[in-house]
């Protein structure tokens, strides 16, 4: 049993089948782990040598949106929506009428107001003819005053000699006083009158001019009850109705000008290094996607982040100071013809891209809007109100309302002698 256990028995030699299995298992883990190692170090080499060559020259964020103006239309008058002609998302141009107010209590106003312009250049056309009235009048007294001077002088020759009496001497005397008097209060009435017309005339005299202002303020009134578009664009938070009794300053609604809108960055404040004015951008919105891709250019970087004009910003030295990374806006001014060919809307979400190659220009620019600021005509010089107050005036002025007032020497000074007598 021995020698057929010994035969049964196989003879010891090399290890085959699985027993030689994990020397090739191994080899193939070093080599993946080698190739991960490389390429984790040509992907690094790969990003590094982008890095130096092109993409420390950019700057980008998702943290941008569209914005622009919105011209809020407020009424400067009260009154009573009595038409509309305007809604939201219509496009309005520049001038066109968007509600109406009731006019009739400013054109009552304005009815009244040109009755008190009428009545002031009649009252001041009185005053002109009161002064030369006044003027004849002291040419009458003077006159009296000389032939009661003359009277005197032969009466005071012929007491001597008996002819007269010392009474009528002495009535001859009181008629000097009493002409002399009266001469001189002639002339403090033509003082006071001239004193409120001298160097004017009907049409620049103040009470004619304050009535002709209110005739202006009227008018302005009455323009103000009709409300149009102070520039072109799309309506937006209207929230007046017909029937609607509004108040002096109460906002209507608003005219946002979709034509001239632009972008904000909020970039982080270790990004703004570089940027600079002029540099160009690459904008691509949430709207439109990788479809469209609007060009511009840097214009400016805010005075200050966004936390330092917060409604309420924080105070760093309060004691619980955590240092947070801030964000400045960044304006980036669109190409006109890309906003027109797609426009946008105040608000969209946008990524901007600032290529920072030319780090040159200046921090700050002055032409930061494709069109100027919106502007609107002031309502305050109407040609057709003026010609309404030069008619008014030229009705009830009569043929003299632009002659200046003047007093005569002779009737400033008066009669020398006369005076000289008196005393």
Same mark, same amino acid.
């Given at each position: 049993?021995?020698?057929?256990?010994?035969?049964?028995?196989?003879?010891?030699?090399?290890?085959?089948?699985?027993?030689?299995?994990?020397?090739?298992?191994?080899?193939?883990?070093?080599? /993946?782990?080698? *190739?991960?190692?490389?390429?984790?170090?040509?992907? =690094?080499?790969?990003?590094?040598?982008?890095?130096?060559?092109?993409?420390?020259?950019?700057?980008?964020?998702?943290?941008?949106?569209?914005? /622009?103006?919105?011209? &809020?239309?407020?009424?400067?008058?009260?009154?009573?929506?009595?038409?509309?002609?305007?809604?939201?998302? #219509?496009?309005?141009?520049?001038? +066109?009428?968007?509600?109406?107010?009731?006019?009739?209590?400013?054109?009552?106003?304005?009815?009244?107001?040109?009755?008190?312009?009428?009545?002031?250049?009649?009252?001041?056309? /009185?005053?002109?003819?009161?002064?030369?009235?006044?003027?004849?009048?002291?040419?009458?007294?003077?006159?009296?005053?000389?032939?009661?001077?003359?009277? !005197?002088?032969?009466? =005071?020759?012929?007491?001597?000699?008996?002819?007269?009496?010392?009474?009528?001497?002495?009535?001859?005397?009181?008629?000097?006083?009493?002409?002399?008097?009266?001469?001189?209060?002639?002339?403090?009435?033509?003082?006071?009158?001239?004193? +409120?017309?001298?160097?004017?005339?009907?049409?620049?005299?103040? #009470?004619?001019?304050?009535?002709?202002?209110?005739?202006?303020?009227?008018? !302005?009134?009455?323009? %103000?009850?009709?409300?149009?578009? @102070?520039?072109?664009?799309?309506?937006?938070? %209207? *929230?007046?109705?017909?029937?609607?009794?509004?108040?002096?300053?109460?906002?209507?609604?608003?005219?946002?000008?979709?034509?001239?809108?632009?972008?904000?960055?909020?970039?982080?404040? $270790?990004?703004?290094?570089?940027?600079?004015?002029? #540099?160009?951008?690459?904008?691509?919105?949430?709207?439109?996607?990788? &479809?469209?891709?609007?060009?511009?250019? !840097?214009?400016?970087?805010?005075?200050?982040?966004?936390?330092?004009?917060?409604?309420?910003?924080?105070?760093?030295?309060?004691?619980?100071?955590?240092?947070?990374?801030?964000?400045?806006?960044?304006?980036?001014?669109?190409?006109?013809?890309?906003?027109?060919?797609?426009?946008?809307?105040?608000?969209?979400?946008?990524?901007?891209?600032?290529?920072?190659?030319?780090?040159?220009? @200046?921090?700050?620019?002055?032409?930061? %809007?494709?069109?100027?600021?919106?502007? #609107?005509?002031?309502? $305050?010089?109407? @040609?057709?109100?003026?010609?309404?107050?030069?008619?008014?005036?030229?009705?009830?002025? =009569?043929?003299?309302?632009?002659? @200046?007032?003047?007093?005569?020497?002779?009737?400033? =000074? $008066?009669?020398?002698?006369?005076?000289?007598?008196?005393?």
């Amino acid at each position: 049993m021995n020698t057929q256990d010994s035969k049964d028995t196989p003879a010891p030699g090399p290890a085959s089948g699985p027993a030689s299995a994990p020397a090739p298992a191994g080899r193939t883990r070093r080599l /993946g782990l080698v *190739s991960l190692g490389a390429a984790v170090l040509l992907s =690094g080499l790969a990003y590094t040598a982008h890095w130096f060559l092109q993409g420390r020259y950019f700057e980008s964020t998702d943290d941008a949106y569209v914005n /622009g103006d919105v011209v &809020q239309v407020t009424s400067e008058v009260a009154g009573t929506v009595v038409s509309l002609s305007a809604d939201d998302t #219509q496009l309005v141009n520049a001038g +066109q009428t968007l509600l109406t107010l009731d006019p009739a209590d400013a054109e009552i106003a304005e009815a009244n107001a040109e009755a008190d312009l009428a009545r002031a250049v009649r009252q001041v056309r /009185g005053l002109f003819a009161q002064g030369q009235e006044l003027r004849a009048q002291i040419e009458q007294r003077e006159q009296a005053a000389r032939t009661a001077d003359e009277d !005197l002088t032969r009466r =005071g020759g012929l007491i001597a000699d008996g002819a007269i009496s010392a009474e009528e001497l002495s009535h001859a005397r009181d008629a000097v006083t009493t002409t002399r008097a009266n001469v001189s209060a002639a002339r403090q009435q033509l003082s006071q009158t001239v004193a +409120q017309i001298d160097g004017t005339t009907i049409a620049d005299h103040p #009470q004619v001019l304050a009535a002709a202002a209110a005739v202006r303020n009227a008018a !302005l009134a009455l323009h %103000r009850t009709e409300l149009v578009s @102070p520039v072109s664009g799309v309506i937006a938070k %209207r *929230s007046v109705q017909v029937g609607q009794r509004v108040a002096a300053g109460m906002p209507l609604l608003a005219v946002v000008p979709l034509d001239n809108v632009w972008v904000d960055g909020n970039f982080k404040e $270790g990004q703004l290094a570089r940027m600079r004015a002029g #540099q160009p951008v690459t904008v691509r919105t949430d709207l439109y996607g990788r &479809q469209i891709t609007y060009h511009g250019h !840097l214009v400016g970087i805010a005075a200050g982040s966004g936390n330092a004009f917060a409604l309420l910003p924080s105070q760093n030295a309060s004691g619980n100071w955590i240092k947070i990374v801030q964000r400045v806006p960044v304006r980036i001014l669109l190409d006109a013809k890309e906003l027109t060919a797609n426009p946008l809307r105040v608000g969209l979400s946008a990524t901007v891209r600032v290529d920072l190659h030319d780090d040159s220009g @200046p921090l700050m620019s002055t032409a930061v %809007r494709n069109v100027p600021l919106p502007t #609107q005509a002031s309502a $305050g010089d109407n @040609p057709a109100v003026t010609e309404r107050i030069a008619a008014i005036i030229a009705e009830n002025g =009569g043929p003299k309302a632009h002659e @200046p007032a003047k007093l005569s020497r002779k009737s400033r =000074g $008066g009669s020398a002698a006369v005076l000289a007598q008196g005393k």
